[in-house]
Nanobody, 127 residues
């Protein structure tokens, strides 16, 4: 079992930056994929970004490419999402998810491939 806890969500102005975190505990994730998804009010949850290891690879949704960066700490216990140039349309609850396997690139954006989910953290972009 893996427990995931997101943190760092807050209110930020358009054009601002924010880093949110996802702390993993429980099963050791020596070979895994972790993803970030988001859900805006009245919309379905959508993929944002993902990272896998040990052969590190990252992928991003087109809507955040060039603005968001996903990374992890060396202990592989925390994954971060650095969000720059934030826009009002980035407002959503951000969820992290984990798969205790090394997903191929085409699978990293698929919700059904992730077994573990956090409770989410609210990010609001507004002036």
């Amino acid at each position: 079992q893996v427990q995931l806890v997101e943190s760092g969500g807050e209110l930020v102005q358009p054009g601002g930056s924010l880093r949110i975190s996802c702390a993993a505990s429980g099963q050791t994730l020596s070979r895994a994929t972790m993803g970030w998804f988001r859900q805006a009010p009245g919309k379905e949850r959508e993929f944002v970004a993902a990272i896998r290891w040990p052969s590190t690879s990252t992928i991003y949704a087109d809507s955040v490419k060039g603005r968001f960066t996903v990374s992890r700490n060396n202990a592989k216990t925390t994954v971060y999402l650095q969000m720059n140039s934030l826009r009002p349309e980035d407002t959503a609850v951000y969820f992290c998810a984990a798969a205790s396997t090394h997903l191929i690139n085409t699978a990293m954006s698929l919700e059904r491939m992730y077994s573990y989910w956090g409770q989410g953290t609210q990010v609001t972009v507004s002036s």
